[in-house]
């Protein structure tokens, strides 16, 4: 990967003959940045180009140079791609479009990259591709003039546009130290690049910008052990896309393709955002502070206004205000009248004006929160007058000395207001110092390193294995195969074998057989209709529960009969399932496969009303208690399902084994497409699954 960020000698087969304004030639603009290698014109009909003795094919340039730019008409790729081949070339760019980004034609134009890649070993980066940015070795493929960055700061990014690249103001710390725009990537991607930044001492932030993921498995492999000690940033467009499809199952339709590369990112340990803005956000903290080790802020601000603003932004984005440290207030207040406030946040401006102390009260202030092992990282909100009325509110000196005497670099996150570029630059001229636009901004930007901190602590989840009689298992397995689905009675016998509890219950034909059936069973009951035609039993008036005895078992079977064939006459009634009524709160459980990351395990509420909520919570398989006990915690129910006002709550353990127990059997039935346990009834001492599905 290297040779495409930093090659000696690079060909650029279709150069443009014409430079200067309007004529986008590559070579002209990868000089103008300053490459400093051998560069090779090919174009049979100039001699020079900017100079450059330009050569007629890739075959008569002496040298088999690290690296080739392809941009020429997208049928002539093809050719090109061979005599780069052919002369030992081993990384190409192709930049030219019109391939999978364009039509059918140009599909099958990049398949034959792609075989011509794998046949020859040749590393391909692109098609439709501005290539890449290097700023440590003033090296830019991309045919845009870009000014020249004064500092490089170790971030680089992996995006599928160039977009990102060139407008690095808008999207990064002022620019990328390395980039690269994969295109179409039909060759190298995520995965290679992740590899190659994972172990790059110039990069300390990777970024991304992703339309689609490919070989999710292996990217959710490598991000995993990457994020471990650089942090990763992903923003992902195409989210609305991800509109809920029509699904078989409940699990189907609440776990979209926006839902699966959250769970998969959250799995990851990246962090996800969801614009430019917050990207600028994310990257100006990962860089200047790195992790927050808590979550308790200092504030200082020259306004209470601001003060008010910084409360509301530490709610919004899950830090704590801290409680100021023992004998500040009296430290600061010593001197001033008594109606004079300090607290946290600390407004500085009554302090600081009466006496004219402002400066002497914020280097105070500000020393006293940093060295405070109460505060885990400061906010200050000052303004930027740059008046020659108001020298006494410049505080640089007292953020570089207050620096100093804490003698650690934690986090200082200001919001200078009223500042321009020069003064930021000054202030982040401090260690550990990170001036944002807002005060919701710089705590955004702290909540990014707070949750980096988060990753880095986080543990590998450690799946159980229990055991389950494979002999048992074996005849349905065969019949979910070969039907594409389990339903009913079968669904919840399959779910047995795995150790998931369920309710009692019996298939039975006919009045005869559901008269013997009820039995060896207890009352109350339910009676369900069952057969392949009733997708939502209770759609078709197919489920009646709590009955309390034979006579109106008797009475349900006969009006059930009856209503099912009066109003559904196509449907065909198979068989009636009669169960033990369970009692509980109606939660759902499921499993759906991604074909990208693998099993994503679902739960939340369920019952009729599962997708009006929508209270659901994601992870990929295979989980461990742990992320089972995260599953249920961050749903918006869990206070119901703790007990909530005297109510007693549900069986916990036995929610968070279910959960256990099948991701194990995700594991197990790898061929499954979705399961859906929809309800499972949680009780207060057990839980029982009562209706499931399972698609093949
Ligand atoms: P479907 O989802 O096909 O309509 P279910 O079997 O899920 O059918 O039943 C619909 C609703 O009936 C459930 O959401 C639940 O409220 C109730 N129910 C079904 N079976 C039982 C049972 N064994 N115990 C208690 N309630 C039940
Ligand atoms: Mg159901």
Redesign the pocket.
């Known amino acids: 990967m290297q040779k495409f960020f930093n090659p000696e000698s690079v060909v650029m087969i279709g150069a443009p003959r014409n430079t200067g304004p309007g004529t986008y030639n590559g070579i002209e603009t990868m000089l103008r940045y300053g490459y400093s290698g051998r560069l090779y014109p090919i174009n049979p009909k100039a001699d020079d180009i900017c100079g450059l003795k330009a050569y007629p094919t890739v075959a008569d340039v002496p040298e088999v140079a690290d690296l080739a730019l392809i941009s020429v008409g997208r049928d002539h790729v093809i050719r090109s791609l061979e005599q780069c081949i052919q002369a030992g070339i081993r990384h190409v760019i192709i930049i030219s479009q019109g391939f999978s980004d364009a039509d059918g034609h140009g599909r099958e134009l990049q398949d034959r990259i792609v075989r011509l890649s794998r046949a020859s070993g040749v590393l391909v980066v692109g098609p439709n591709t501005m290539g890449v940015l290097n700023n440590f070795r003033s090296f830019s493929t991309g045919f845009i003039d870009l000014a020249i960055p004064a500092k490089v700061p170790p971030v680089s990014l992996i995006a599928q546009t160039g977009l990102i690249q060139v407008a690095s103001q808008n999207f990064a710390y002022g620019t990328w130290g390395k980039a690269i725009d994969i295109g179409n990537a039909c060759d190298v991607d995520f995965v290679d690049l992740l590899e190659y930044f994972g172990s790059d001492p110039e990069t300390r932030i990777i970024v991304l910008h992703m339309e689609g993921v490919l070989r999710g498995r292996a990217f959710l492999e490598i991000a995993s052990r990457i994020t471990l000690n650089k942090p990763i940033i992903v923003l992902k467009t195409g989210r609305s896309r991800a509109g809920a499809k029509a699904a078989l199952s409940h699990t189907g339709s609440l776990v979209g393709e926006d839902e699966v590369n959250d769970t998969a990112f959250h799995r990851a340990g990246i962090i996800r955002v969801r614009n430019n803005l917050e990207m600028v956000v994310a990257i100006r903290s990962l860089l200047r502070f790195g992790e927050l080790a808590g979550p308790k802020l200092g504030v200082i601000t020259a306004t209470g206004a601001a003060g008010i603003m910084a409360i509301d932004a530490a709610e919004d984005f899950g830090l704590d205000i801290a409680d100021l440290p023992p004998g500040l207030a009296d430290k600061l207040k010593h001197g001033k009248p008594d109606w004079i406030h300090a607290g946290n946040p600390l407004d500085i401006w009554p302090l600081g004006m009466i006496g004219r102390t402002y400066r002497k009260i914020y280097h105070l202030a500000l020393s006293e929160l940093l060295k405070s092992d109460d505060v885990d990282a400061v906010l200050s909100i000052i303004p930027d007058f740059r008046s020659p009325l108001h020298p006494d509110t410049e505080v640089f000196d007292a953020v570089r000395d207050a620096r100093k005497e804490a003698g650690n670099s934690k986090p200082l996150a200001m919001w200078v207001y009223m500042s321009n570029a020069a003064t930021e630059e000054r202030f982040e001229d401090v260690e550990g110092v990170a001036c944002f636009a807002s005060v919701d901004q710089a705590v955004q930007g702290l909540s990014y390193s707070r949750r980096y901190h988060k990753i880095r602590q986080r543990m590998i989840p450690s799946q159980r294995c229990f055991s389950y009689d494979r002999h048992l298992i074996a005849d349905l397995l065969h019949k979910g195969r070969e039907e594409k689905a389990l339903l009913g009675e079968d669904a919840l016998r399959f779910l047995d074998i795995f150790g998931i509890p369920i ?1 009692r ?1 019996v298939v039975a034909r006919t009045w005869e057989e559901i008269e013997k059936a009820a039995m060896s069973l207890d009352y109350p009951l ?1 009676l ?1 209709v069952s057969g392949r035609d ?6 078709w008036g ?2 009646a ?1 709590n009955i309390p005895d034979l006579k109106r078992l008797r009475q349900t079977f006969l009006s059930m009969t009856d209503h099912v064939r009066l109003h559904h006459p196509q449907a065909r009634i198979e068989g009636y ?1 009669l ?5 509980g709160k ?1 939660l759902l459980l499921g499993l759906k496969r991604d074909p990208n990351f693998g099993f994503i395990i679902a739960c939340g509420w ?3 009303y599962t997708e009006v909520f929508k209270d659901i919570s994601r992870e990929i398989v295979p989980i461990g208690k742990r992320e089972a006990e995260n599953m249920l915690t961050s749903l918006k129910i869990y206070p119901i399902l703790k007990g909530i006002r005297g109510e007693t709550g549900v069986d916990l353990e036995s929610m968070l084994e279910a959960l256990e127990r099948l991701s194990f059997l995700a594991m197990e039935i790898p061929d499954l497409v979705e399961l859906d346990i ?2 499972l ?1 949680a009780g207060a001492t057990g839980c ?1 699954a ?2 499931a599905r399972i698609l093949w």
């Open positions: 309710a219950g339910v369900k009733f997708l939502h039993k209770s759609d197919g489920v529960t399932q169960q033990e009524q369970a009692v109606e369920g019952g009729i929809n309800p009834m029982k009562v209706d």
